[in-house]
């Protein structure tokens, strides 16, 4: 990993609401999603993700008035994930004021889906959101999840993120199913094995708990690092991380 290091808060939201859970399970309330979005432009994140965690399970198009409404009172990129199945719902969502948009479940069913958004829009709009938990069976020891970690795919995960950089995914956004929510750390050795077998940034995402696990994720490979119950519920602050990263000797904006 070299290069300025991202710090991105992420505002999972169900029926309007910023909520989390622990292993995407168990949600609670977390706010509203453009109150948080403002404060955390207010504490200097480079970037805010968005997802829609049930437009997938539920069958429906993510919540575009949420994401205009979120994306007119922030100063920084949004990225918008969840029920993205098609070049026109990237569209759609881009037009609110989205800067990248999010593909996962869709695109492990489908995986022309990448290239036909990455082709329409650009590489560095396309994230393939990639959710993953430690297993056996697979040469990685990771396999991909899908359906909001319902389900698995029976895809190495290191082979996927290879494959959907192939395919024109300008990012990687990599979620331990396992770590999510449990704030003990991120899996590095998930960060590890997946940023150092492809050419595109990776987001480290799952299991934030102090400003060292930070640090730590970089050290795997991470070249932005994402983080939001510690976030929502006041046990850090973005400036704290970026604090944490520059002690360790990383350049953040």
């Given at each position: ?137 697979f040469a990685s020891g990771f396999e991909v999840v899908t359906h909001g970690g319902r389900e698995g795919a029976g895809i190495d995960a290191v082979e ?38 492809v050419s595109v940034p990776v987001t480290a995402s799952g299991g934030a708990g102090k400003v060292s ?41």
């Open positions: 990993m070299s290069g300025v290091v991202r710090v991105i808060p992420c505002l999972d939201v169900d029926a309007g609401r910023v909520v989390k859970g622990v292993n995407f399970a168990n949600l609670r309330d977390a706010g509203d999603p453009c109150e948080l979005a403002r404060l955390y432009c207010e504490q200097g994140a480079d970037e805010i993700t968005f997802l829609d965690i049930t437009a997938t399970t539920s069958g429906r198009e993510t919540l575009v008035d949420m994401v205009r409404r979120t994306a007119s009172v922030v100063s920084v990129p949004l990225a918008v994930g969840g029920g993205v199945r098609s070049v026109a719902d990237a569209e759609r969502l881009l037009a609110a004021g989205a800067a990248k948009v999010g593909v996962n479940t869709a695109a492990v069913l489908r995986p022309a889906l990448i290239s036909e958004i990455a082709d329409a829009f650009g590489p560095s709009v396309v994230v393939l959101a990639l959710d993953a938990r430690g297993i056996g069976g996927w993120a290879q494959r959907g950089a192939a395919l024109g995914a300008g990012e990687i956004l990599l979620t331990s199913l396992d770590a999510d929510g449990m704030t003990t750390g991120f899996d590095v050795a998930q960060i590890g094995a997946v940023s150092s077998a696990d930070f640090v730590a994720a970089v050290e795997a490979g991470a070249s932005a690092v994402l983080a939001a119950s510690v976030f929502h519920f006041g046990v850090l602050t973005v400036g704290a991380v970026k604090e944490a990263l520059v002690k360790a000797g990383y350049k953040v904006l």
